[in-house]
Nanobody
Framework: QVRFVESGGGSVQAGGSLNLSCTPS????????MGWFRQAPGKEREGVAS????????FYSDAVKGRFTISRDSAKKTVYLQMNNLNPDDTAMYYC???????????????????????WGQGTQVTVSS
């Protein structure tokens, strides 16, 4: 079963930056959407950003657009999430996930609904203090 390992989380003050990484724990091939998600205590998991295979097409939630940047290194099978200008509302456990069943791709971009993704990581905690 394909799993992913996230890293790069931590504690920062408002206005700070973090860069999250996500790598597969086993060999993975093919084309698939990758996404970053987050879940704050007491809240549902929400999609943050996605990126497609090949010529990468990115998509962001309104909450992070203009502050977060998703990218992928196809050779390393690694996906990154550069997070700038963080605020306390960004505090959450962050997860990466892959859509290995081709559910998320809309034909134009990868959707960020969590139910479209089937291979997940354990998460990395991001805490932003004011």
């Amino acid at each position: 079963q394909v799993r992913f390992v996230e890293s790069g989380g931590g504690s920062v003050q408002a206005g700070g930056s973090l860069n999250l990484s996500c790598t597969p724990s086993t060999y993975i091939s093919g084309t698939y959407c990758m996404g970053w998600f987050r879940q704050a205590p007491g809240k549902e998991r929400e999609g943050v950003a996605s990126i497609s295979s090949g010529t990468p097409i990115t998509f962001y939630s309104d909450a992070v657009k203009g502050r977060f940047t998703i990218s992928r290194d196809s050779a390393k099978k690694t996906v990154y999430l550069q997070m700038n200008n963080l605020n306390p509302d960004d505090t959450a456990m962050y997860y990466c996930a892959a859509d290995l069943f081709q559910r998320a791709y809309s034909g134009h971009y990868c959707r960020i609904g969590p139910l479209d993704y089937n291979a997940w990581g354990q998460g990395t905690q991001v805490t932003v203090s004011s």
